[in-house]
């Protein structure tokens, strides 16, 4: 007689049960969903979120919105004002009401190029005052985003724009507050789904851990690797930290107001001690009679974090084939001597390198003999004569090179 055998339970024991199984996948779902939420919801209120116009932001937004598609682009700091504004200006093609700040136009130089080279085509510039490199780089990303990329890049820099630490880090800067909330118009035609999905994968948050996941050099070093993510981060809480930052102000107005005037000097030296540190190139009062030493570690620590931007745009415009021409513009040799040592051994050797290992140009004007001291108006910006003759000088090299091949 066969004795049947009870079928096996399918049912797992509590001993069976691995602990801490469901908790860590339910754990994980919850916080992939939140940070979905997190980033769909920030991008739904951005619309609704005004920005503080201060001139740049209205350059930026007017071009990335427009249907304006130049051949060519001149980006920079304020240095490259002069090739630009300063220039047109002398020319008349501007009006009184049109502002150095969101002035687009580079009619000189254009005007200039198309005489030595026989080519026709359009330039515009992005200049902004204080930019840094990360900047060019997240303007280029933005270009290639809304299907602006043009076919030349013309970068006007000196190295302050890599190395000037008083200046606020990428993803604590007002230009990067401007350029995250631009994004272009969805393609869902009214599927909310897709509307959503959008909005994710052009969101800042996710082009920046993508740029840190594909560059080797930031999953090897920590520094790098807490700044990126300090950099996603304030992606994702710009607006609270842009209102924080402005309440932060307030206080600090209000509490001068009502402190002694002797107290209001005391914080006034302070901050401009401070920021002197950091910065070699920033003002002292004249009454200021307190000694300071420029500390050099805070400017090699951005040179550092802006070297990295500097290869990413190098890199994304090899990737997008854009032709990149990079012009060190002249300074005087009073700006030369607040160079940190360390830097000056780096600079332009390490920038020219990268530049031309890409294919690219580098185009080095910083000679003392062509471009003397007067030539500019300050330590960094040039005059209008000093300006012309960059725009020459840069014409020429253009057309001597043959840059504009391919357009």
């Known amino acids: 007689m066969t004795v049947a055998t009870p079928p096996k339970s399918t049912d797992e024991t509590v001993a069976d049960i691995k602990p801490g199984k469901g908790k860590n996948a339910l754990l994980s779902s919850m916080f992939i969903w939140i940070l979905v939420l997190f980033i769909a919801t920030g991008e739904a209120i951005r619309p609704y979120y005004k920005l503080v116009d201060t001139g740049f932001a209205e350059k930026l937004t007017s071009f990335y919105q427009s249907d304006r598609h130049p051949d060519a682009l001149l980006l920079g700091s304020s240095v490259a004002f002069p090739s630009s504004f300063d220039c047109d200006a002398s020319i008349g093609v501007l009006t009184d009401k049109e ?27 992005l200049a902004c005052f204080g930019a840094m490199t990360n900047q060019a780089w997240l303007e280029t990303e933005k270009l290639v985003e809304f299907q602006k990329a043009p076919k030349v890049i013309i970068y006007e820099m000196v190295s302050r724009d890599l190395f ?133 570690s805070p400017q090699l620590g951005r040179f550092e974090d802006e070297k990295v931007y500097f290869l990413k745009f190098v890199q994304l415009c090899k990737q997008n084939k854009i032709q990149l021409i990079v012009v060190n513009m002249p300074v005087t040799e009073q700006y030369d001597k607040l160079v940190p040592t360390e830097i000056k051994a780096r600079w332009p050797k390490e920038a020219k390198e990268a530049v031309e290992k890409a294919g690219f140009a580098f185009i080095d004007f910083d000679d003392k003999k062509v471009f003397p001291k007067s030539c500019f108006v300050d330590m960094a910006h040039l005059n209008l004569a000093g300006a012309l003759k960059v725009n020459e000088l840069l014409s020429r090299e253009i057309a001597k090179r043959n840059l504009l091949k391919d357009m």
């Open 99 to 125: 502002l150095k700040s969101n002035y687009h136009g580079a009619v000189q130089l254009q005007k200039s190029i198309e005489a030595s080279t026989g080519k026709k085509f359009t330039l515009e510039n």
């Open 164 to 296: 000037d630490a008083s200046m606020p880090r990428s993803f604590e800067s007002e230009y990067y507050r401007v350029l995250s909330f631009l994004h272009p118009k969805s393609s869902s035609n009214g599927n909310l789904l897709q509307s959503i999905g959008d909005s994710i994968g052009n969101s800042h948050f996710v082009n920046l851990v993508r740029n840190m996941i594909s560059d080797p050099e930031t999953l090897k070093n920590p520094d790098r690797l807490r700044f990126e993510f300090d950099s996603a981060l304030g992606a994702l809480v710009c607006v609270y930290q842009h209102r924080f930052e402005i309440l932060g102000n307030l206080s600090n107005t209000v509490s001068d107001l009502f402190s002694r005037q002797s107290v209001m000097e005391g914080a006034l030296s302070k901050v401009e001690i401070e920021n002197k540190r950091k910065n070699p190139f920033a003002k002292v009062s004249a009454q200021r009679v307190e000694t300071y030493v420029v500390d050099s």
